[in-house]
């Protein structure tokens, strides 16, 4: 076994850095910088700045003559077509599948486009202020803001939204038409965003990052779930970092406290990379347990499943060791697609995760968007507070038709196929109420009764939900008696039942999974589900940090949801715990009264229990 540092023996301040700026050491060097941020994917990473900054930031060039004035405004005709086509087949489909009223927010998009108006503008400030489209497009949107926000009138406010969604989609296309891009920095990069949303899946596919720094977002934000999702060094919140990072900048990322080090000095880099090796050297050696069983020292069997959002972490979960997949968040295949994907498309996309799921085992959860998650063509509009509003089931619920379409293609899709037998779960989230439990049930006999019309195959599969409202877990009860499984979500737990936004900075501090208020809730939740016979499984984030594992097996849970890259981690962990000695520190936590204590006990306990992971460990 590769020795580890212990929790003592991290790098000092004069080791790792302290946090403040230093002296750089030498002429022409820049002052290392330390930012604080929030930790939220552990490990270390050390490279250069990729930064993912807006796509209307920047866009500025020297004034252009008269032939390269001609050209950029070909250059803008051209993406102004693209954008035509792309608007015309979005709202075919999508008024196919949703109707007319949801596509129309397609042709407002289109009469953006074909405003006088709008292209005179940006034609003119071409031609006569002699800037480039991007440029132009920005000056617009500037414009438009300015006018718009002046208003009262909460219609003029939401086409704001309109007109950005059309210059967005003009940038992207002018892009795509521009001159070949500067050249990429080499080998590893640090991604450096405003916050990373679903469509940077695919960018982390195609490059090697290894560390990821955004300006918002917290623990449970996309950009956490993403990074911890690809085993990468993450830190969130860390305000203005676009403004003091440049493409090429050098960066230190440690995602176990929180610190981001710009131009950091040699000691600092000499530390860092250091510790890099160590943890580098410990997942290669527990990655080697992938086909070792996830059993207690005292012979306890627990299941590692995996949170998954495409075909790649399907995969991943075979990889790492995972005995299935426990999430399935389908709403990605929606908000990476072109445009919207139908029901064969579906079908297609959930048979291959299927295939690749380890042991064809599956749990699919139906679309969950709304919140920080936007597809506009289902009619979302400006909330006071969305995450407490029209999402998740409530707006699936708003468009039967379009939801059915999903029931039905995870149900063809999980029909037996000849092969190895499938275990897909259908699972629905954000239940609130037992009505909505039944109401699911029914769709669900709907969709099978139309597929076998139809001659289709229909899977039987279980019906489940999500414990991640506090009024589903505190009538957990009630949606036992028609809900065959329960897996609780306590991302949205959290912050649903401490009442805090989980990525406004100003309230995260609030959102602890380890504060004596969630961990009675949880508490209840699991024991009310063994006590009915009904599985119950945790996939939230926090089942993926040690002190967190460590405290739930102490209460009894024995089924984890998490992102592949921790699967060897927790069982590393789950190797060393046993049943006894885990029960009495659960007993002793749900006496105490505040986070803080909960958390330094859990901190001592692992440390002790498995000393070798205290790298991976953090106290955040």
């Known amino acids: 076994m590769t020795k580890s540092r212990g929790r003592g023996s991290r790098p000092s301040q004069k080791e790792a850095g302290a946090p403040a700026p230093r002296p750089s050491g030498g002429a022409g060097r820049r002052p290392q910088q330390v930012r604080q941020g929030v930790a939220v994917s552990p490990g270390v990473a050390v490279g250069k700045a990729h930064c993912l900054r807006d796509l209307l930031v920047g866009g500025e060039t020297d004034p252009l003559d008269d032939e390269a004035a001609l050209a950029e405004i070909a250059r803008y005709d051209q993406a102004r077509e693209r954008t035509v086509q792309d608007l015309q087949a979005l709202h075919h489909k999508v008024r196919q599948q949703l109707g007319e009223r949801a596509a129309a927010i397609f042709q407002v998009h289109e009469a953006i486009l074909h405003d006088a108006a709008f292209t005179a503008k940006v034609r003119s400030w071409i031609v006569d202020s002699r800037q480039n489209a991007k440029a132009a497009l920005r000056r617009l949107l500037e414009e438009y803001t300015t006018l718009f926000e002046r208003t009262s009138d909460e219609y003029l406010r939401e086409r704001l939204a309109d007109v950005r969604d059309v210059v967005i989609r003009l940038s992207q296309h002018l892009a795509e038409v ?329 309230v995260s501090h609030l959102c602890q999974p380890l504060s004596p208020a969630v961990i009675e809730v949880l508490f209840q939740t699991i024991h009310a589900c063994q006590a009915a016979g009904k599985p119950v499984t945790l996939c939230g984030e926090m089942a993926a940090a040690p002190r967190a594992f460590l405290l739930l097996f102490g209460m009894g849970l024995r089924s984890f949801s998490i992102s592949p890259a921790f699967i060897p981690i927790m069982k590393e962990l789950t190797n060393h715990l046993s049943q006894a000695h885990a029960a009495k520190i659960a007993a002793r936590v749900r006496r105490m009264n505040t986070a803080a204590h909960v958390l330094r006990y859990l901190g001592r306990q692992l440390t002790e229990i498995a000393p070798n992971l205290a790298i991976v460990d953090s106290a955040t």
Request: glycine fraction near 8%; hydrophobic fraction near 45%.
């Open 178 to 506: 521009a001159q070949p891009p500067a050249d990429e920095p080499d080998g590893p990069v640090i991604l450096v965003a405003n916050e990373l949303v679903p469509s940077h899946v695919v960018a982390l596919g195609k490059r090697e990052v290894a560390g990821i720094v955004t300006q918002a977002g917290g623990r449970t934000s996309h950009a956490a779930i993403l990074a911890r999702g690809h085993g990468i060094p993450c830190v969130s919140g860390v305000a203005g970092v676009l403004n003091d990072v440049t493409d090429g900048d050098l960066l230190i990322v440690d995602g176990r406290e929180g610190h981001v080090f710009i131009h950091p000095d040699l000691e600092t880099q000499r530390a860092f990379r250091r510790l890099r090796r160590e943890f580098v050297d410990l997942k290669d050696q527990l990655a080697e347990n992938r086909d070792q069983p996830a059993v207690s020292a005292d012979g306890q069997q627990v299941e590692l499943l995996a949170n998954i959002s495409n075909l790649d972490d399907a995969r991943a979960a075979t990889a790492m060791g995972a005995t299935g997949v426990g999430l399935y968040r389908t709403e990605y295949l929606f908000l990476t697609h072109a445009d919207v994907p139908d029901e064969e498309e579906q079908v297609a996309a959930y048979r291959a995760a299927i295939a690749a799921s380890p042991g064809r085992r599956i749990t699919f959860r139906t679309l969950d968007v709304g919140g920080d998650k936007k597809m506009r063509y289902l009619g979302l509009q400006r909330e006071s507070n969305p995450f407490m509003g029209w999402r998740s089931i409530r707006l699936s619920f708003e468009h039967p038709a379009f939801f059915l379409t999903q029931i039905r293609a995870i149900l063809r899709a999980a029909a037996p196929d000849g092969g190895p037998q499938k275990r897909v779960r259908l699972m629905f989230p954000m239940i609130t109420t037992l009505d909505e439990m039944r109401r699911v049930r029914r769709l669900v006999r709907r969709a099978c009764r139309q597929l076998a019309a139809e001659g289709h195959g229909c899977g039987e599969v279980p019906i489940g939900l999500m414990v991640e409202v506090p009024a589903a877990a505190v009538a957990i009860d009630m949606l036992l008696e028609v809900a065959d499984f329960v897996s609780i979500g306590s991302n949205d737990l959290v912050q649903y039942l401490m009442a805090a936004d989980r990525d406004n900075p100003k």
